[in-house]
């Protein structure tokens, strides 16, 4: 892990370098087109003050030219008012003729200077116009050049910032975490070096320890063993494995998931076989207008008949789950409800070849239908070879359950070097059997909406067929569950489960398996046995001051013990005289009761006899005499009046008795009859409470095994919301490190920004100064003209 991080960090550190020369390249890339996009930009403004210059000048000379040509025009108009005085004043004589000429040939040589000056002027002003534009277009293209390169330049630049920055900041965030992480693996290191001391120092003591312990053990093997049954694999087979727990409820977990998975699949072909049936009957032939022809009535005999090869399915792997219990071996050679599992799936792979003839018969006959247009004739082609290829899967599944079901009949039938194989192939068959029922469920798909275009569809077929299509969306989605499931679970069946002796073949018969699950009964058995709670003791100082009073105290404690037993004898001897006097007392009532019955028809015959009138006797009602005792009266009063039967109640040790007596057989029963309908009433009522106590436990038992399965699952929910703990807190800290990164960046390019804002602000500045001092330019040289 620590050279992996180091290696890591090396190539980050590379490529860290790399991109830093190749930014060290880049900004001084930069700062050269910087300076030389200044320079130009001098050079531009030497440009501009020489073309003012120019431009001063030249306003300059066109204002003297002005004011020349004014002074030629000025000199014209006096030379024609001259000409004119002259040839007036031709009379006068010579002398002023003379004058005006000399006059006028100055004017004209002083006009000829001016106009060659002029002219000369005119040449200059030309050749420098014509010189200034031919700069400025040069300049102009060099500057449009150089903006264009310098604008490549920056837009490289960007585009190179844009595309480092981020890995830029990824690697200093990786920097920084590899630092911290490096610290922490410094720290580690440390901690890990002085737990590898302790744990030298810690193992010399252990090496030392265990020599001695070898040394004793060898003693002890050689004294005490004759021999050592695990060198031999025959002796070694006769030892018991160790049970494993884990594997076993692994094992019920992932036989009630293919369980949940299954009863999907029974369900979806259930539903498609019997669509399939209604289909036949609808088309291309309407059994409620028509006759169905006597293939699809032998096709649609054979579907009625896919419950009884389908639902077995779902039976069989119901009795597989029920078997496997924590209590339970789970390995091919124990499972025997895995072969009557792939008895009912081979029985349901016949039933699929059997129909398969006619359902491909079925299908050629909606060709031969007039209304079957080609496309829907090249459906049926690829449903029939659809229907091919989903028998062919269920076919090898078949074969290969059969194959997994062959060691809990036979043990040598399939080695243990070829399970993991077939299981692979049973996952890579399961894959194929969804492949096919995705792709009959694409083709039925097709043709259901080439069907819905024809004219003589009714609503019944649309309906048939859209819960045709319904039930292989289920059949696809849960082929495609089974698939996942059993490529997921994979390394668990192709696994070894651990079964065996030790140092030994892994595998295991059944009789190994029910001796092993025996031991494991009285090993637990023997655990809760050692398990139990002490009694609690008495407290120190209670025992004490209980010694105190014992010695302190003058009986012995045999004297004690022959009191306890000799009251324990007078309680029975008293519970059993009460015992006999309840009985006495309930006789001597019953007497009681006859006697005053007798008394009452005696006095009823006497009275009857004094009037002369028959004899009648009374039903249950006595009088008691006026000279009975006390008791007698209350024992009369006890007697309800008008019934003929007597509820008198008992209490003993085992309970209480409630009798009836009845005045026509009280002299007939005995005292031992009514101590046994006692003693039987209060066995039926003990056996009922105890059947009620028994429900009640076994109800507590079923809660409890339910209260652990939720508590499992709320701890495997525990530990699964744990991790979430853990991967949102490492996302917290990622996010954080990746906030305080861009947060430094923001900083960074915010300084950045203010600085060249700054710089900004400085350029903007000195601008306005070469503006304000070129206004000031302007306008003296304005009103140097003006005063000119």
Request: glycine residues 4%; neutral net charge; proline residues 3%.
């Amino acid at each position: 892990m620590a050279a992996d991080l180091q290696a890591k960090y090396s190539k980050l550190a590379q490529e860290y370098s790399k991109l830093r020369a190749q930014n060290q390249v880049l900004k001084k890339g930069v700062v050269d087109e910087q300076a030389n996009s200044a320079s130009l930009k001098d050079q531009l403004k030497q440009r501009d003050q020489s073309l003012r210059k120019v431009e001063q000048e030249m306003d300059s000379l066109s204002f003297r030219n002005q004011q020349l040509a004014k002074r030629v025009e000025l000199l014209q108009e006096e030379l024609v008012t001259s000409e004119a005085k002259s040839k007036k004043g031709k009379s006068k004589g010579d002398s002023p003729s003379q004058q005006g000429l000399q006059t006028q040939s100055v004017f004209d040589e002083d006009l000829q200077k001016k106009i060659q000056e002029n002219e000369r002027l005119h040449i200059q002003f030309y050749e420098a116009d014509e010189q200034h534009r031919r700069q400025e277009g040069q300049m102009r293209a060099r500057l449009e050049e150089l903006e264009s390169q310098s604008a490549q330049h920056q837009a490289v630049v960007d585009g190179l910032n844009s595309k480092y920055a981020d890995a830029i900041e990824r690697l200093q965030s990786d920097k920084a975490r590899l630092e911290t992480k490096g610290q922490t693996l410094e720290h580690e290191s440390k901690e890990c070096r002085m737990r590898a001391e302790e744990c030298q120092q810690q193992l010399r003591r252990c090496q030392s320890e265990l020599s001695r312990q070898l040394k004793q053990s060898s003693s002890v093997i050689q004294e005490k063993v004759p021999f050592n049954d695990t060198k031999f694999s025959d002796y070694n087979t006769l030892n018991v494995p160790a049970h494993n727990r884990r594997h076993q409820l692994k094992a019920r977990d992932v036989a009630g998931q293919a369980l949940v998975f299954v009863q999907d699949l029974v369900a979806a072909l259930l539903n498609f076989h019997s669509y399939t049936e209604q289909r036949v009957h609808i088309y291309p032939r309407d059994s409620s207008i028509e006759a169905i022809s006597p293939l699809n009535q032998k096709f649609s005999h054979y579907l009625h008949e896919n419950a009884a090869y389908v639902r077995p399915l779902e039976e069989g792997l119901l009795q597989l789950h029920h078997s496997i219990t924590e209590d339970t071996v789970t390995v091919l050679e124990t499972v025997g409800k895995l072969k009557l599992f792939a008895d009912h799936f081979s029985a349901y792979s016949h039933f699929l070849q059997k129909i398969l003839p006619y359902q491909l018969k079925s299908l050629e006959e909606e060709c031969n239908a007039p209304f079957c247009t080609s496309a829907l004739t090249a459906k049926n082609r690829e449903l029939q070879c659809d229907v091919r290829c989903i028998t062919t899967q269920f076919d090898k599944l078949s074969n290969y359950i059969n194959l997994l079901a062959l060691p809990s009949v036979r043990q040598d039938a399939l080695p243990q070097t070829s399970m993991s194989a077939v299981f692979t192939q049973l996952a890579a068959c399961l894959h194929s059997l969804q492949d096919a029922v995705k792709e009959m469920s694409k083709h039925y798909n097709q043709k259901a909406s080439l069907e819905g275009k024809l004219s003589n569809v009714t609503e019944k077929l649309r309906t048939t067929t859209e819960c045709l299509l319904g039930s292989l969306v289920s059949l696809t989605n849960s082929t495609s569950k089974i698939a996942t499931f059993f490529s997921n679970n994979l390394d668990f069946f192709t696994s070894s489960p651990g079964y065996g002796p030790r140092g030994g073949p892994t595998t295991l018969d059944p009789l190994q398996a029910e001796s092993m699950l025996a031991c494991k009964k009285k090993a637990a058995s023997y655990l809760r046995a050692i398990q139990k709670p002490r009694p609690q003791s008495v407290p120190y100082k209670e025992a004490l001051c209980n010694r105190r009073v014992l010695t302190s105290s003058t009986e012995s404690r045999e004297g004690l013990t022959q009191q306890v037993h000799q009251s324990q004898e007078k309680i029975a001897r008293l519970e059993q005289e009460k015992e006999h006097w309840l009985l006495e007392a309930q006789l001597g009532k019953v007497r009681l009761e006859k006697e005053s019955q007798r008394i009452g028809e005696l006095e009823a015959q006497l009275a009857a006899a004094t009037r002369g009138a028959p004899v009648s006797v009374a039903p249950a009602t006595a009088v008691p005499p006026t000279d009975a005792s006390e008791h007698d009266q209350e024992d009369v009063e006890v007697v309800p009046k008008g019934s003929g039967t007597d509820p008198t109640l008992s209490t003993s040790l085992v309970g209480m008795l409630s009798t009836t007596f009845s005045t026509e057989n009280v002299g007939d029963e005995s005292r031992e009859q009514l101590i046994k309908d006692h003693y039987m009433a209060r066995v039926g009522e003990l056996t009922s409470q105890l059947q009620v106590s028994d429900s009640k436990a076994v109800h507590f038992h079923a809660e409890c095994r339910a209260l652990a399965k939720r508590l499992a699952l709320a701890e495997k929910s525990r530990e699964t919301l744990g991790e979430e703990v853990k991967v949102a807190n490492q996302n917290i800290t990622r996010l954080q490190d990746e906030l305080t990164t861009t947060k430094r960046s923001y900083e960074d390019q915010l300084s950045m920004m203010s600085d060249h804002l700054c710089s900004m602000n400085e350029t903007l500045s000195k601008q306005r100064e070469e503006i304000d001092t070129l206004k000031l330019g302007s306008k003296a040289n304005a009103k140097k003209n003006k005063g000119r």
